[in-house]
């Protein structure tokens, strides 16, 4: 999607009122790099070891926004593939060390482990360099609203599992269709009534292709069961601000494909922040929490 810097600039206005002291004034003709800083930031599936990580694009992200309370929302670093091969460039270590001297400088840092890097979920309660490690984490808004933030992975579980019938072909169900009119003649035979195997896979594929919106449904419905107002996650890379039969979802995207944060500015208004331009930002859709975006699914 092509975004006009000047757009970009645009929105990205609305908190720049804010100057820090410790900061040399920004040179008047660099006003796309003036630094923001918001009451919490999350970020989430970085897949730091992977070729996929755009990791120059978060360094640059986390050098302009500063927070109180930076959340890695799981999948920062990629274990799965790790194991398979050391990839490790130096900007990927540009990254852990910008968050470890954030977390230093006074930023509260919490790390919520995801599925690709379940191996930290065996630091639960511990420390490293002023990194708090746990397994879920509660954010108060500014609205005193409470949201529970957790990766995600833990429910998507048969979702998952629906999603590769997706990825079925023309062909194959063609021929499903035929293995289908087969197996109940033989079905017959025995006395069995018919079972459609085409109407089970469609109604699969159905779910499949609505997988994303069973992943939210089924987040926001968690988050209320425990008795919150609302859910941050991550996991499915789908960067969203909704309300979802009264609970607010919020996903904070990716740093693989879409490059997105979510943020609570220092008013209290929830956003998303895309970071596709090195040096500035480019809101994605911004709302304030209490408003849900309605926008085409
Ligand atoms: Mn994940």
Not at 155 to 183: E, M
Not at 221 to 250: F, N, P, S, T
């Amino acid at each position: 999607m092509m975004l006009t810097k000047t757009a970009g600039l645009l929105s990205n206005d609305t908190s720049a009122a804010r100057s820090d002291a410790l900061l040399p004034a920004a040179p008047t003709s660099a006003a796309s790099t003036a630094d923001k800083h918001y009451r919490a930031i999350w970020i989430s599936d970085i897949h730091l070891g992977t070729a996929g990580c755009k990791a120059e694009y978060l360094l640059d992200f986390l050098k302009h926004n500063e927070s109180d309370f930076l959340y890695l929302v799981g999948d920062i670093i990629d274990g799965w593939q790790l194991k398979k091969g050391w990839f490790w460039p130096q900007a990927h270590n540009d990254v852990v060390q910008k968050i470890l001297r954030k977390a230093r400088k006074g930023t509260q840092v919490i790390y919520v482990p995801g599925n690709h890097d379940e191996f930290a979920r065996g630091y639960l309660h511990h420390t490293f360099g002023d990194i708090q490690v746990v397994d879920e984490a509660v954010h108060t808004l500014l609205d005193k609203r409470r949201l529970w933030v957790t990766h995600g992975d833990l429910f998507d579980g048969v979702l998952l599992h629906a999603k590769w019938l997706a990825y079925l072909g023309d062909t194959l169900y063609t021929l499903i269709l035929s293995l289908n009119h087969w197996f109940n003649r033989w079905r017959h035979r025995f006395g069995l009534s018919y079972w459609s195997l085409s109407q089970y896979l469609k109604h699969k594929v159905k779910n499949a292709v609505s997988f994303i919106t069973q992943f939210e449904d089924a987040l926001a419905e968690q988050a209320r069961r425990r008795g919150y107002d609302g859910v941050v996650c991550g996991h499915i890379h789908k960067a969203e601000i909704r309300m979802i039969d009264g609970v607010l979802y919020c996903n904070d995207g990716d740093w693989v494909e879409s490059l997105t944060a979510l943020v609570e500015t220092t008013t209290g208004e929830l956003k998303i922040i895309t970071w596709a331009h090195l040096g500035h930002s480019k809101p994605a859709h911004t709302q304030a929490a209490m408003e849900p975006l309605q926008q085409p699914a």
